[in-house]
């Protein structure tokens, strides 16, 4: 299963979380995934030239602590992480500690 939620340009964190709240959390809890894979991409960063959207480095962790919950209530804890784009070094870097500190907790 793969869940695809569209946001408009300009969409912020908090929003962007809430949609995850609304759409993802549900179809999850309805699928029973054996395996949480996330595509790990941090091109959505406020920070990255490309991006279209307007997450930050918290965003990105409080939706690790999302999957993380997730994965521990309907799969056994088990999540595969595989790091994708981004082209904010900065960006990626901040944002990737944030979520391998909240993974690795």
Request: hydrophobic content about 45%.
């Amino acid at each position: 299963m793969t869940v695809n939620v569209p946001v408009p340009a300009g969409t912020e964190g908090s929003r962007w979380l809430e949609l995850f709240d609304e759409v993802v959390v549900p179809a999850v809890a309805a699928h029973e995934p054996d395996l949480i894979v996330v595509s790990a991409g941090f091109d959505a960063h406020r920070d990255d030239p490309l991006a279209e959207l307007r997450l930050d480095d918290d965003t990105y962790s409080a939706v690790t602590t999302r999957i993380r919950t997730l994965a521990e209530t309907h799969c056994e804890g088990r999540n595969l992480w595989l790091l994708e784009g981004g082209y904010d070094l900065r960006a990626i870097t901040a944002s990737a500690a944030g979520c391998l500190h909240v993974l690795a907790a």
